[in-house]
């Protein structure tokens, strides 16, 4: 291999940048809309409180069984967002799947959320 192709190979990568910036956006530019008039509306509530339940317990159970205890709280709530996105976003798959309902992104947002306010609660009520 040539100097010149080890040194690109070092190089990393950002293509991806761009898209987890999007990504990241939509998530942000999402809250206006989710906690708006059409919060009961649209139904946003519950996927807001169903992810705070799940993400709570979710929380609980790392912190006896995975020592989650022993990290930041940054990662708490990473965890909380995580598990409240990942819930309502295989819900809302799964949904528009079945013919039930139509795939919002609203939704998902709205279940993440939920995920960071459950996490915080239970920093806030257990730790």
Not at 21 to 30: D, Q, R
Not at 115 to 124: D, E, F, K, M, R
Request: charged share 15%; proline share 3%.
């Amino acid at each position: 291999m040539k100097l010149k192709q080890i040194v690109q190979n070092l190089i990393p990568d950002f293509s991806a940048v761009p898209g987890f910036l999007k990504f990241l956006s939509g998530g942000i530019t999402a809250i206006p809309k989710v906690f708006s008039k059409n919060f009961f509306k649209q139904r946003y509530y519950l996927h807001f409180f169903v992810s705070i339940a799940i993400s709570f317990v979710v929380i609980r159970f790392m912190s006896i069984n995975m020592h989650l205890a022993d990290t930041p709280i940054w990662f708490h709530i990473l965890c909380g967002w995580v598990i409240g996105y990942v819930v309502n976003l295989v819900s809302e798959g799964y949904l528009e799947d079945t013919g039930k309902a139509k795939f919002d992104w609203c939704d998902v947002h709205a279940g993440a959320y939920g995920g960071i306010v459950g996490s915080i609660l239970y920093i806030l009520l257990i730790t």
